[in-house]
């Protein structure tokens, strides 16, 4: 369970077991609760920061491969992993202290990453270049581009989710739980342009209602188009959305109700009519950042110029 009492997603609990699987067993495994104190934390913790337990193994079917990098991202995340680990120890009994806590992890940087005005017209010319992709992938990429939406919940969104005529997403199962969303006429122009009559994904793989589980793939060939540098992922554009959000003055309780942060999401009253004013905060960011995707320059500049 998650510290909000709440039961954790499939997905997280898919990536404790392998991080459990990748960095934990093979450095920790054969030790016993009792022998390992603050020292052997450290330790681990720049083992996996080194590379000490990167590999690459196949996992028996054909282009089936793990591939364990290591690194200070993936010390980082695997020691919040074994902090809550023993927590859950010392409330069980299984040990009477945490050797986790008082650990200074790496930070990480991640979150800090966001497109460049000249890199998102880039992205944009890599959506028009990318012709032989398969076209839900490029509809999908340009999706999170105008959102800010979280990649899985792109992937996993459903017709039947959508009120086309209210502009809104009611997304029964995000990372933060439920959530609806408003969705801006730059991104209804993407969802118009790959109509389906069906309940079927928006954004579907090449097998008809299969999660489209190669976008991450497609989307870095995507972005070699434009020659943008590897760092760029699905999360920047999400982070690059906020952070353009925030250029434009939007308020950190606006942004977090665009892209469902944790308790940022619209309430239920919005479900049927969706608030004008998160409407057109929307409409501004996608405007803006769509116009960065076709000619590099913000709307407000290409107004003035005009």
Same mark, same amino acid.
């Given at each position: 369970?998650?510290?909000?009492?709440?039961?954790?997603?499939?997905?997280?609990?898919?990536?404790?077991?392998?991080?459990?699987?990748?960095?934990?067993?093979?450095?920790?495994?054969?030790?016993?609760?009792?022998?390992?104190?603050?020292?052997?934390?450290?330790?681990?913790?720049?083992?996996?920061?080194?590379?000490?337990?990167?590999?690459?193994?196949?996992?028996?079917?054909?282009?089936?491969?793990?591939?364990?990098?290591?690194?200070?991202?993936?010390?980082?995340?695997?020691?919040?992993?074994?902090?809550?680990?023993?927590?859950?120890?010392?409330?069980?009994? &299984?040990?009477?202290?945490?050797?986790?806590?008082?650990?200074?992890?790496?930070?990480?940087?991640?979150?800090?990453?966001?497109?460049?005005?000249?890199?998102?017209?880039?992205?944009?010319?890599?959506?028009?270049?990318?012709?032989?992709?398969?076209?839900?992938?490029?509809?999908? &990429?340009?999706?999170?581009?105008?959102?800010?939406?979280?990649?899985?919940?792109?992937?996993?969104?459903?017709?039947?989710?959508?009120?086309?005529?209210?502009?809104?997403?009611?997304?029964?199962?995000?990372?933060?739980?439920?959530?609806?969303?408003?969705?801006?006429?730059?991104?209804?122009?993407?969802?118009?342009?790959?109509?389906?009559?069906?309940?079927?994904? =928006?954004?579907?793989?090449?097998?008809?209602?299969?999660?489209?589980?190669?976008?991450?793939?497609?989307?870095?060939?995507?972005?070699?188009?434009?020659?943008?540098?590897?760092?760029?992922?699905?999360?920047?554009?999400?982070?690059?959305?906020?952070?353009?959000?925030?250029?434009?003055?939007?308020?950190?309780?606006?942004?977090?109700?665009?892209?469902?942060?944790?308790?940022?999401?619209?309430?239920?009253?919005?479900?049927?009519?969706?608030?004008? =004013?998160?409407?057109?905060?929307?409409?501004? =960011?996608?405007?803006?950042?769509?116009?960065?995707?076709?000619?590099?320059?913000?709307?407000?500049?290409?107004?003035?110029?005009?």
């Amino acid at each position: 369970m998650t510290r909000r009492g709440q039961d954790k997603k499939q997905s997280t609990l898919d990536t404790d077991r392998s991080r459990i699987a990748a960095h934990i067993k093979p450095l920790l495994g054969n030790r016993k609760i009792a022998e390992i104190g603050r020292a052997d934390i450290e330790k681990f913790m720049h083992d996996v920061a080194g590379g000490k337990t990167k590999r690459r193994s196949h996992l028996g079917k054909p282009r089936a491969v793990s591939n364990v990098k290591g690194g200070r991202g993936a010390a980082t995340r695997t020691i919040g992993l074994l902090g809550a680990i023993f927590n859950y120890g010392v409330r069980t009994g &299984a040990c009477d202290r945490s050797p986790v806590v008082g650990i200074i992890r790496f930070a990480d940087g991640r979150r800090n990453r966001r497109l460049t005005d000249d890199e998102y017209f880039k992205f944009g010319e890599s959506l028009g270049a990318a012709k032989e992709i398969w076209p839900y992938a490029i509809a999908a &990429a340009r999706f999170l581009a105008l959102t800010g939406w979280r990649s899985g919940e792109a992937l996993k969104l459903r017709w039947s989710y959508l009120d086309l005529k209210q502009r809104i997403a009611c997304l029964p199962d995000t990372k933060t739980g439920s959530s609806v969303r408003v969705i801006s006429r730059a991104a209804m122009k993407v969802l118009e342009d790959h109509p389906s009559s069906d309940d079927g994904l =928006v954004f579907p793989s090449s097998h008809k209602d299969i999660v489209m589980s190669g976008f991450p793939f497609l989307f870095r060939k995507i972005a070699n188009f434009g020659e943008l540098p590897k760092d760029v992922t699905p999360h920047v554009l999400r982070h690059s959305f906020a952070s353009v959000a925030a250029d434009l003055g939007l308020s950190e309780l606006t942004i977090a109700a665009l892209i469902g942060h944790r308790g940022g999401s619209i309430t239920s009253r919005y479900a049927h009519q969706a608030d004008t =004013v998160l409407l057109a905060a929307a409409d501004v =960011v996608a405007a803006h950042i769509a116009s960065l995707m076709s000619d590099g320059q913000p709307q407000a500049l290409k107004s003035s110029v005009s």
